[in-house]
């Protein structure tokens, strides 16, 4: 076999050997995250994608590997491809996509011939998806319908005088208290970093729907850290029982 041959793209390489995505979601995380939970295994790789039910959109998703860096990269290009896309969206995807997305030239392979048989496995996971995610998102509504009935609800008398104030605010004032914190305790370091976040709505006064803007819209963290850093600024300097959802 030619040096040619065992030629692997520079992309691949840099995706294979630092994942972002590699790991896994239980039941536990979708309960809290009021997100369907649907897994996929097949061979030597297995797929988590939590699953906004509202609009049957991928929030977030990770992946376990057990082979080698082939199918490292392959776990680690599909969830990065995945996310902010709907079911319907994500699983149209081929095993073709996600090799292209690892190439440094359109017409110059990411792997060795003898390796693009790992990107078949794409095809077989994402059937799984498809097949298995009506069961999980009904689940995923027992449980929050299941939640709720059992979370007590606090009278109005109950509700601390922050969460009254927030309670009694029309949407459009909510939307301005998230802005004030956002522009104190966010927005200046993704400004920095060429990025922003806006504000679309607030539902039921709990749900913060937002919309990465510039830099933000293609950097990992969005889904990650910088998601889960907003929600506590917004919880502690608003209203604890927040949670911020990306349009994608």
Do not use: H
Not at 64 to 78: N, P
Not at 137 to 162: F, G, H, I, V, Y
Not at 164 to 179: P, R
């Amino acid at each position: 076999m030619s040096v040619l041959e065992d030629k692997y793209s520079k992309k691949f390489e840099e995706v294979a050997g630092k994942p972002k995505n590699r790991g896994a979601y239980y039941q536990e995380d979708a309960v809290e995250k009021g997100m369907a939970l649907v897994e996929s295994k097949y061979k030597d790789m297995k797929l988590y994608w939590l699953v906004d039910t509202e609009e049957d959109r991928v929030y977030s998703a990770k992946f376990f590997a057990y082979g080698g860096k082939v199918s490292i990269a392959v776990g680690e290009t599909l969830c990065s491809l995945v996310k902010g896309l709907t079911i319907g969206e994500a699983c149209s995807l081929l095993g073709s996509d996600v090799e292209n997305n690892l190439r440094d030239e359109p017409d110059t392979p990411s792997v060795p011939e003898a390796k693009m048989f790992a990107f078949g496995a794409v095809d077989e996971l994402l059937k799984i998806i498809r097949d298995d995610y009506t069961g999980a998102k009904a689940l995923a509504l027992a449980n929050a319908a299941a939640k709720k009935q059992d979370k007590p609800q606090k009278s109005l008398a109950e509700l601390s005088m922050a969460e009254q104030a927030w309670m009694g605010l029309s949407v459009e004032d909510q939307k301005t208290q998230v802005n004030i914190v956002l522009d104190e305790k966010i927005r200046p370091a993704l400004m920095a970093d060429g990025g922003n976040v806006e504000v679309l709505d607030v539902v039921d006064g709990e749900k913060i729907m937002i919309q990465y803007q510039g830099a933000c819209g293609s950097c990992g963290s969005s889904l990650g850290a910088t998601l889960s850093f907003m929600e506590q600024a917004l919880r502690s300097e608003i209203y604890n029982e927040l949670i911020v959802v990306p349009n994608m």
